[in-house]
């Protein structure tokens, strides 16, 4: 598969993670946001919303919080 590198506008602790994480990490959250977009086009954005919202609330209730994550992150 051909990829691309553009430039997103994210904010600074989300750049601030993705920018620690291990580049087998990064390629995976490259991968997710490649996948979140053609989503995006195919379907509706509430669907696409839905989607996030449901990953973040497993997130939440398995005890994921925003510091573990950063640290899991840093850790792999």
């Not at 997710?32 to 195919?42: H, N, P, R, S």
């Not at 973040?56 to 640290?71: D, F, H, N, S």
Request: net charge negative; charged share 35%; aromatic share 2%.
């Amino acid at each position: 598969m051909a990829t691309e590198q553009i430039t997103l506008r994210i904010d600074a602790d989300a750049a601030r993670i993705f920018k620690s994480a291990s580049t087998n990490d990064r390629e995976k959250l490259e991968l997710l946001l490649g996948v979140l977009v053609k989503e995006y086009t195919e379907g509706d954005v509430s669907s696409l919303k839905s989607t996030m919202d449901e990953i973040a609330a497993k997130a939440r209730e398995r005890g994921l919080t925003p510091e573990i994550l950063e640290v899991v992150l840093k850790n792999q």
